[in-house]
């Protein structure tokens, strides 16, 4: 699969923008992402990988059935068998975890029940974890699971968002009073007015999102390791994890276990890819721990590829009604959505599951000048695979219900979609503005990037093409989808609503004896480039190249306290930071050269690993002798003078809830009309996500978004029999974009960087996925145009377009 660009691969953007650090070589260019050749070389030390003193192995009985009471466990052969060293159930767990309940102040009148590592006496979900066989190896406690006996009693399943809050369905949790764990409402008035004018044109449909799932390289997996000290209070707990936000671990494990953050260690090192499916509380996960502190001992968990369809969260159930009105003359007068999702029998620990639903409403409409809008959530528990956030987090929803409307509307006018676009976006010029959600909006670039989308597919000439091809038989379609996606969240996110996730991140960064400078931060990589790009801010920051810097990460006892890798925040936060620390270690550095010079300080500079005449550039003293003199040899320096060559700084965003970003993708399709079969044939972005700081990494960044993107919109969706149970929980069964499904796709870049930092980044990680889906479906109803016939279900299946053709 090809990847061209429209500039060359190793481009530089730097040059773009004012230059942020006084030589500026690595900021905006394009290089290699850091740990790639060790990656490569098979060095990477992923959880499988680690193997400790005494370690076990767990692994868990999961409910078969979507519902039922537990009746009977009879775990005696399954004790008896050699090397099984524990069976545990739920009530024994409970005792050493407490339960959780997963809600948020700020999302009002959210509700849950309490939950358990292991199901005390009901399972809700096929999937759900009832009982934990420890033994000495893994194809042991296997070989036990097949000799526990459970017997239980089915209860009726939830199933059908559009039935759950019916009278006659029974309640998941009878405590709760109803099946309802969210609801929100929005109206900013006049949208009843809006729809009734004499000049409006109202377009409506309904529009179904099947749930998907994330497939990581790496399933979910970890070692907890506890070493008991007489006292509880002097032990120790090592959590070794594949996960996103290992400060947020390390807080939960306190929590549940009634531990001090002094006796709590998460790791996480080489993490095999994310998405969102890592940044959650399982509670497979509270049990590994718990089993740990039970015995004494390490226990390793890893997921297999079947269980982790059942036990990984899924995203994206919902079912939205909506509704555009524009005037005659093309501008948009409001928009109207009513939004039911499904998540499952529990709000997911301890981000919720209603933030998804909540951020469709946040979003819909969101690059349009519109002033009506009108929104209705409800977010029911079901009898499936608990729901929460994937890459995007309702991002790919609220653009593809909001292109979708506009493309319709647009063809009701007779208007081009790009131009009627072009007529309705928040001009560029007119930020900071307000969406008609609510939402704040610094700097956004819809016209910019609709220009320049314009050019870089060359859109003419494919309305001249499908013109063309039209008139012999074949049926190609051009999509478009302009979107928003909030990144840099504050601490309005989840502070405000009690989650103790944190909104700033930390670096630090330390001169080594021999000049290289060693980088700490506490966001994480896990397959993003973070690691890179701090390496070149760091370098361009202090005043070194970047063989001279080296990076850490995912070490609760080493690095700064932070958030962590999550909303697409790895730049725009962890990099301020590590904008920060570089600037205040170059003056510190600055200091000490001039004790060591006897030179004024104004007159000095670091630059290229050596401090250098300001004035003629001539080298004075390279770094690593500066090193050499600051640690070794103090007794040189002035009495009344410390080096301080180790700076510590965080940064968390203030100025607004999030700091959007924008962009503008199109997607060209062809439709097989005979078979419903669709041919990707090429995708174009335009994404501006403030400063680019590695134009290579951004790019990779967005295309792998947009094939998830591109796997929701055609291909993945799990699919539940009538009685509850996952039918396709297998990677034959379930469908996800191979390279041979993709198309090219071209990225290019307008850069309005943030003015809530120096450095100018926004978020680029899910900006991908939340227009593909967008883009495409537009791009096949293009294709369907001639025949009056349109897909409005994802994933849209060949089965789907032939039933909208009429031809099944």
């Given at each position: ?18 230059a ?49 009471r ?49 199901a ?63 609801q929100r ?29 994330g ?27 594949s ?82 009105a ?34 469709v ?170 690691e ?13 190249s ?28 962890g ?22 010079l ?32 600051a ?17 510590t ?35 174009w ?23 998830q ?21 297998n ?78």
């Amino acid at each position: 699969m090809n990847h061209p660009t429209e500039k060359p691969a190793h481009r530089d953007l730097g040059g773009e923008l004012p230059a942020i650090t006084e030589d500026q070589r690595h900021i905006g260019v394009a290089h290699p992402r850091e740990g790639v050749r060790r990656l490569t070389q098979g060095r990477g030390q992923y959880i499988d990988d680690i193997d400790l003193p005494r370690l076990a192995h767990v692994v868990f009985w999961r409910s078969p059935v979507a519902h039922m009471r537990i009746t009977r466990i009879d775990r005696t052969a399954a004790a008896a068998l050699p090397g099984v060293i524990a069976v545990v159930t739920g009530p024994e767990i409970a005792q050493v975890c407490k339960p959780w309940v997963a809600t948020l102040m700020h999302l009002a009148g959210i509700k849950s029940a309490p939950q358990y590592p292991l199901a005390i006496d009901r399972a809700t979900w096929q999937g759900e974890p009832v009982v934990a066989i420890v033994a000495e190896t893994r194809a042991r406690a296997e070989d036990a699971l097949a000799l526990l006996e459970v017997a239980w009693e089915d209860l009726p399943a939830v199933l059908d968002t559009e039935t759950a809050l019916d009278a006659a369905t029974p309640l998941i949790h009878p405590e709760l009073g109803d099946n309802l764990c969210f609801q929100r409402q929005l109206d900013t008035g006049g949208v009843d007015e809006a729809f009734s004018r004499e000049d409006a044109v109202v377009f409506e449909e309904t529009y179904v999102f099947g749930r998907h799932t994330g497939v990581t390289l790496e399933p979910r997996c970890q070692i907890a390791d506890w070493q008991p000290g007489r006292t509880l209070a002097e032990g120790r707990l090592t959590v070794y994890h594949s996960f996103q936000a290992p400060h947020m671990m390390q807080d939960l494990y306190c929590r549940q276990f009634e531990l001090s953050e002094g006796q709590v260690r998460v790791i996480c090192r080489d993490v095999g890819g994310s998405f969102g499916i890592k940044v959650h509380a399982y509670p497979d996960d509270f049990a590994t721990v718990a089993l740990s502190l039970m015995l004494g001992r390490p226990i390793k968990f890893v997921a297999d590829r079947l269980e982790s369809f059942v036990s990984d969260i899924h995203a994206r159930e919902h079912r939205i009604h909506a509704r555009i009105a524009a005037s005659k003359a093309g501008e948009i007068l409001a928009f109207e959505i009513d939004d039911l999702t499904g998540i499952g029998p529990f709000s997911m620990f301890p981000r919720t599951s209603g933030i998804e639903g909540n951020q469709v409403v946040n979003l819909t409409g969101g690059p349009y000048k519109h002033k009506h809008y009108r929104a209705k959530l409800k977010v029911v528990f079901q009898n499936k695979v608990p729901t929460c956030q994937y890459r995007g987090v309702g991002h790919p929803i609220a653009c593809a219900v909001t292109e979708a409307l506009v493309d319709g509307v647009a063809a009701k006018l007779g208007l081009d979609p790009i131009e009627f676009r072009q007529k309705n976006v928040i001009p560029d010029d007119a930020y900071p503005a307000t969406g008609a959600s609510g939402i704040k909006l610094e700097v956004l670039s819809h016209e910019a990037c609709l220009r320049e989308a314009r050019r870089v597919c060359d859109y003419d000439a494919l309305r001249a093409e499908q013109a063309e091809l039209r008139q012999q038989g074949v049926y190609r379609g051009i999509g478009v989808a302009a979107l928003i996606e909030l990144t840099n969240p504050s601490a309005a996110f989840y502070g405000v609503g009690g989650a103790r996730i944190a909104s700033q991140d930390g670096a630090t960064i330390r001169l080594e004896p021999t000049g290289v400078i060693t980088v700490s931060s506490s966001v994480g990589e896990q397959g993003q480039g973070a690691e890179a790009i701090f390496a070149q801010i760091a370098a361009d920051a202090v005043g070194v190249s970047l063989d001279r810097v080296r990076i850490s990460t995912g070490d609760t006892d080493t690095t700064p306290y932070g958030g962590g890798t999550w909303a697409s925040r790895g730049a725009g936060i962890g990099g301020e930071a590590v904008l920060q620390a570089g600037r205040v270690l170059r003056e510190n550095i600055l200091a000490v050269a001039e004790a060591i010079l006897k030179r004024e300080r104004a007159g000095l500079r670091v630059y290229r690993n050596a401090i250098v005449d300001g004035a003629s550039g001539e080298t004075l003293l390279d770094l690593a002798e500066l090193g050499r003199i600051a640690y070794f040899r103090s007794d040189t320096l002035p009495k009344d003078f410390t080096p301080e060559l180790m700076v510590t700084r965080h940064y968390a965003q203030r100025d607004y809830p999030f700091i959007f970003t924008n962009g503008v993708q199109v997607s060209h399709v062809e439709v097989d009309v005979d078979t419903g079969f669709v041919k990707l044939l090429k995708h174009w972005a335009v994404e501006d996500c403030g400063r680019v700081i590695n134009p290579m990494l951004v790019d990779e960044q967005m295309r792998g978004a947009i094939v998830q993107g591109i796997g929701g919109v055609l291909f993945e969706e799990c699919l539940y029999d009538t009685d509850g149970t996952l039918r396709n929980a297998n990677m034959a069964d379930y469908l996800v974009p191979m390279a041979g499904e993709m198309p090219d796709i071209v990225v290019s870049h307008v850069q309005s960087p943030t003015r809530s930092s120096m450095l100018g980044a926004k978020g680029a990680g899910e900006a991908g996925t939340a227009g593909a889906p967008g883009a495409v479906m537009n791009a096949i109803n293009d294709a369907l145009a001639p025949f009056g016939a349109r897909v409005s279900s994802q994933p849209i299946t060949p089965e789907k377009i032939l039933r909208a053709l009429g031809k099944i």
